[in-house]
């Protein structure tokens, strides 16, 4: 079993910056596809960013350019930068993990999710 703790998200002006962090409980989450998910209210979940076991980096289309997903596995811990945030990056964000070795994060079924952190940016 593993547990994912999302921490980072807060309040910021459009233009700013945050690093969202995902701590994983097993070092045998340090191998699987994980990503990052965010939903506004009202809307669908959607994908982020994504690192597969091999280290292969996703982005949507919304966020390239402006967000970096990264791992550090000797510190259980994922991270997104998010740089040049807009009012509709405003949302709930999501750490997730699958299971199993992924050498690129091809719709994999994500187990393991985290609680959450708020992002909000305002105008």
């Known amino acids: 079993q593993v547990q994912l703790v999302e921490s980072g998200g807060g309040s910021v002006q459009a233009g700013g910056s945050l690093r969202l962090s995902c701590g994983y409980s097993?070092?045998?989450?340090?191998?699987?596809?994980m990503a990052w998910f965010r939903q506004a209210p009202g809307e669908k979940r959607e994908g982020v960013a994504t690192?597969?076991?091999?280290?292969?980096?996703t982005y949507a289309d919304s966020v390239k350019g402006r967000f970096t997903i990264s791992k550090v596995n000797a510190k259980h811990t994922l991270y997104l930068q998010m740089n040049s945030l807009q009012p509709e990056d405003t949302a709930m964000y999501y750490c997730?993990?699958?299971?199993?070795?992924?050498?690129?994060?091809?719709?994999?079924?994500?187990?393991?999710w985290g609680q959450g952190t708020q992002v909000t940016v305002s105008s």
């Open positions: 690192i597969s076991s091999a280290g292969t980096t």
């Open positions: 097993a070092y045998s989450a340090s191998n699987y596809c």
């Open positions: 997730a993990a699958a299971s199993g070795w992924w050498s690129a994060c091809t719709r994999p079924e994500y187990n393991y």
